[in-house]
């Protein structure tokens, strides 16, 4: 028996940063996100011999324990740990023996949410495996828990709930609540976003959690500048929602550039003058605007480019040494199968 699970990575259209806590808790928070064709996949093959063994044929890395009820959760595999100790304490309440790999489509640290999907991934495979009574709010939860808590990794609360539901979400946090509304965007709108909005990989990565901490300080100082712009990035969510629910495609651009000039206010190590390079290059090829993808510092950036200047636009980020990367919008979450 083979138990697999995927989850998709998302694009974060607007709102990023207020679903971090405190600001979430103090003011309530609203992104609206989308999931796009790159994953992160688990498969899990039991064994009898009492040992788990965790395999990342990503780098050919391998660690293994026996007959363990909780593992260390250091080295490399500190979330696939961090996921079994939970399902171990939770709902087995016995060792188990396994062994599970992983791969994830993109690098991690490139503000695609590959780290909180990939835990979305695993736990995941593990309910299918153990028919364990979870919904999607319970395994974007319990993912949340594990990695924000169990882990003490700073970070918001979007990536699991965009990797468990899929698709196209408008979502609020008001203290410790998360409501995910899904959109209905028409395919052509969403055919239509996908061709014109340019995902570039920059070729660097980012420690997010150096940025939220930075953020979170911000908002605990009363940082006039810094919550004025969380606040902006609130309404920008609203403004992307209507402009999708609408299909003012064009109009996402602009959109984007004004989320963009706010999010810079939240944190002094969200851009660096190498991302104001690229943009700025974007913007003169005929990009109408874009941001970063997730915390920002680096990974991957995305700019709106209407009618025909996608090739312009690539074309001249080639300069800076990174890659555009194909993808397409998808309508689906977390999916898990046994063979």
Not at 197 to 208: D, G, K, N, R
Not at 219 to 230: D, L, Q, R
Request: hydrophobic share 35%.
């Amino acid at each position: 028996m083979i138990i697999r699970s995927k989850a998709p990575l998302r694009l974060g259209l607007a709102g990023g940063g207020t679903d971090v806590s405190p600001y979430s808790d103090l003011y309530g928070g609203a992104i609206l996100n989308a999931t796009v064709s790159m994953y992160a996949y688990t498969t899990i093959e039991p064994t009898d011999d009492g040992k788990v063994v965790f395999f990342s044929p990503e780098n050919n890395l391998r660690e293994e324990y026996s007959n363990a009820t909780e593992v260390d959760t250091d080295g490399y595999f500190i979330l696939h740990k961090g996921v079994y100790n939970r399902i171990v304490r939770q709902f087995t309440h016995k060792p188990l023996s396994m062994r599970i790999t992983s791969f994830v489509d993109a690098p991690a640290g490139g503000g695609l949410g590959t780290s909180s999907t990939l835990v979305v991934s695993i736990l995941g495979a593990y309910v299918e495996w153990l028919k364990l009574p979870l919904g999607e709010y319970d395994i974007a939860r319990l993912a949340y828990e594990i990695e924000r808590v169990d882990l003490g990794l700073a970070g918001g609360k979007q990536d699991q709930y965009a990797a468990t539901f899929g698709g196209f979400n408008f979502m609020e946090f008001i203290n410790d609540n998360v409501i995910v509304n899904p959109l209905r965007v028409r395919p052509r709108y969403c055919d239509e976003l996908a061709h014109n909005l340019v995902l570039y990989y920059t070729a660097t990565s980012h420690v997010s959690a150096d940025i939220i901490k930075e953020q979170q300080s911000n908002v605990k100082a009363k940082n006039t500048n810094s919550i004025e712009a969380m606040h902006k990035l609130k309404e920008q969510a609203v403004q992307m929602k209507e402009a999708l629910l609408k299909g003012e495609i064009d109009h996402i651009g602009e959109i984007l550039d004004f989320g963009w000039q706010h999010k810079k206010q939240m944190a002094k190590s969200i851009s660096n003058p190498r991302i104001d390079a690229i943009y700025d290059a974007a913007r003169k090829a005929g990009a109408s605007g874009g941001k970063i993808s997730g915390a920002g510092g680096g990974g991957f950036m995305f700019f709106y480019c209407p009618g025909n200047t996608r090739y312009a636009v690539a074309e001249a980020l080639r300069q800076f040494g990174g890659d555009t990367k194909r993808y397409e919008f998808t309508t689906e979450g977390l999916k898990t199968w046994t063979m």
